[in-house]
């Protein structure tokens, strides 16, 4: 099949958005299709070089170009700016061939704008990264009405199937609204033999994550607060001291008093805080930093919490195909993936320091069982090959309908 992929790979030039969203055309050219990157998110560009004006693209367009040329897609992309009109990579002619001729759109993260040329392409794939957040705001348009919802109403309805990535959706206990759509599930796909690496028990870093101490306010949804992962940090502080183990967070740097004085709060009782600056900074510095951890220990947003979404890290995947144990809160993931060894659940400080004392006494164990629930479980090819047997299907139904309709009567 010619599949398209969007994404946010240009607008967030960092290593784990790269590899949010890059291994979606990666993982369907090892399956054999003919993919094609469009990233047209109609933002304007949000990092820029030192010097570049705020409206210039050209660090997150070079950063998109080498990323695609590591993968072997470097003729396979194009980046539509919304500040200068121009498309870079694809030429024009070249961009409007692949959108006639596609199969298959698949829109991550809500990334694309929709235009005529991609409306066309017959099956359009909607990838929720984000459950909960992003019906609430779903829900917020429609409470609003008028043309916000209206618009809402019409992207919505551009896509012909669902996908979330809240595994508990549609289950009595989740609390995540489905409004008039059909939510398919489905989780991050990984490229294991990309993570893969032989077993050590040796680490430059400790148990180590990568983090934002709150990307956006809080929210009231049937009168309840809904927060992000300050609200559940709160309760592991005292982990260090506790376990008496490493713990290495890379925080984006506090955007107000109050998120410096969390932080500092966290140094105080022993937690390291590590810059993003290139030990993240792209794809292969990423890679190297979580595979250089001793294992993975991850707070999980409140809302995906109180949601029970089943909502699982992608980030985590990476650790878990790289051999390196995961610590994390339980969204009701457990459902779906085998907690206990390889990813252990965790809800408070008492089973965080269990789950620490459980990896340290026993790393082999926990680091092979890690690789094979991402080999069974976040496979680029299963994940994948799952979300177009549904295409398939749908095309199938497409097509009996038609030959239904021209039945004479």
């Known amino acids: 099949m010619r599949i398209v992929v969007g994404g946010f790979i240009g607008l967030f030039p960092t290593g784990g958005a ?39 693209c ?7 170009k080498k990323a695609m040329a590591e993968i072997g897609m470097e003729d396979r ?29 698949i829109n991550v993260s809500s990334s694309t704008v929709w235009r005529d040329e991609y409306r066309k392409i017959p099956v359009k794939i909607l990838i929720d990264t984000d459950p909960m957040f992003t019906q609430y705001q779903y829900h917020l348009k429609m409470e609003a009405g008028g043309t916000e919802a209206e618009y809402s109403r019409d992207y919505m309805h551009g896509h012909d199937l669902f996908f979330t990535f809240g595994l508990n959706i549609g289950k009595p206990d989740c609390r995540i609204p489905q409004f008039e759509y059909n939510w398919l599930t489905t989780k991050k796909p990984i490229c294991t033999d990309f993570w893969d690496q032989p077993f ?9 994550s990568i983090m934002n101490w709150t990307e956006r306010p809080d929210f009231i949804y049937e009168g309840e607060t809904w927060g992000q992962k300050n609200k559940e940090f709160r309760k592991f502080f005292d982990l260090p001291t506790v376990s008496k183990q490493k713990f290495e967070i890379i925080i984006n740097r506090p955007k107000d008093a109050a998120t410096a004085q969390s932080i500092n709060n966290l140094m105080d009782r022993g937690w390291d805080i590590l810059s993003p600056n290139h030990l993240i900074s792209d794809k292969e510095n990423y890679k190297n930093f979580v595979q250089s951890s001793f294992a993975e220990f991850s707070v ?38 085998p907690a206990g060894e390889g990813v252990l659940a965790i809800s408070d ?9 459980e990896v340290t006494g026993n790393y082999e164990k926990h680091s092979r069982a890690a690789r094979e629930i991402a080999r069974e479980y976040f496979d ?11 295409v398939d299907s749908k095309k199938e139904l497409a097509l009996d309908s038609s030959q239904a309709r021209q039945v004479p009567v």
């Open 349 to 357: 400080l008492d089973t965080a320091a269990q789950a620490v004392e």
């Open 380 to 390: 680029s090819g299963k994940i994948l090959s799952d979300i177009l047997a549904h």
């Open 18 to 56: 790269t590899w949010d969203y890059l291994q979606y055309p990666l993982g369907l050219k090892l399956l054999g299709h003919d993919v094609y990157y469009i990233e047209d998110t109609q933002l304007y560009p949000v990092y820029q070089a030192s010097g570049d004006s705020w409206d210039d």
């Open 77 to 105: 992309w194009a980046y539509r700016d919304v500040a200068t009109g121009k498309t870079f990579g694809l030429s024009d002619s070249k961009l409007k061939e692949v959108c006639e001729t596609a199969d298959v759109y």
């Open 300 to 337: 999980t947003k409140e809302t995906y919490i109180k949601s029970n979404s089943g909502w699982f890290s992608g980030r985590s995947a990476v650790y878990l195909a790289s051999g390196r144990p995961v610590l994390t809160q339980d969204t009701q993931w457990s459902k779906y993936i």
């Open 58 to 64: 050209t660090f997150g367009v070079e950063y998109l």
């Open 200 to 208: 050590t028990n040796q680490s430059k870093f400790g148990f180590t």
